[in-house]
Antibody, heavy 121, light 108 residues
């Protein structure tokens, strides 16, 4: 069965960077895009971007352009999301999710358990 | 950018039907997907491509999409359906995912 296991909670100071990992199993890692979605406490879902694990190609939401970098290590079926220049508003749970675009439209059918990132001085 | 609007909350008695709307400009021309999120848990896909259900999702969950409104319908509501629900589309013009504002379903 498809599983996405994310790294543990992080506490960072403003201005620092954080790198969250997402280890995939149960399917061919390079066959489906990995997306990152975040959710601040009590708020809605916010899509951050996608990465094609086969090519390494990425696409980022405009809000995060210049601050987010999505990468992967295919040898260990792991995707990474690094967010820099952290501020308090970046405090949120960060999810990785596998997308299915086979029908012409894309949706997220498998999700990681989430990683809490707290930004505090 | 494309905007999806949902009512903040919907309340429904057990055994009744809950309808959650998702409004967007000509949303009927797009495929709409729905997620259920319970407190402290990751979202779960409950409907994709307007009206299809992933395996394991009860038939009580159904969807429709036309004009400027998509709707998620939960029939014979149970206490376990209490959760936040989000609609989502793929905006092909920007290659971006767009989520709705979310609806909290309360079972009375």
């Amino acid at each position: 069965q498809v599983q996405l296991v994310q790294s543990g909670a992080e506490v960072k100071k403003p201005g620092a960077s954080v790198k969250v990992s997402c280890k995939a199993s149960g399917y061919t890692f390079t066959s489906y895009d990995i997306n990152w979605v975040r959710q601040a406490t009590g708020q809605g879902l916010e899509w951050m971007g996608w990465m094609n694990p086969n090519s390494g190609n990425t696409g980022y939401a405009q809000k995060f352009q210049g601050r987010v970098t999505m990468t992967r290590n295919t040898s260990i079926s792991t995707a990474y999301m690094e967010l820099s220049s952290l501020r308090s508003e970046d405090t949120a749970v960060y999810y990785c999710a596998v997308s299915d675009c086979s029908g012409g439209s894309c949706y997220l059918d498998y999700w990681g358990q989430g990683t809490l990132v707290t930004v505090s001085s | 950018s494309y905007v999806l609007t949902q009512p903040p909350s919907v309340s429904v008695a057990p055994g009744q039907t809950a309808r959650i709307t998702c409004g967007g400009n000509n949303i009927g021309s797009k495929s709409v997907h729905w997620y259920q999120q319970k407190p402290g848990q990751a979202p779960v896909l409950v409907v994709y491509d307007d009206s299809d259900r992933p395996s394991g999702i009860p038939e009580r969950f159904s969807g429709s999409n036309s004009g400027n409104t998509a709707t998620l319908t939960i029939s014979r509501v149970e206490a376990g359906d209490e959760a936040d629900y989000y609609c989502q589309v793929w905006d092909s013009s920007s290659d971006h995912y767009v989520f709705g504002t979310g609806t909290k379903v309360t079972v009375l």
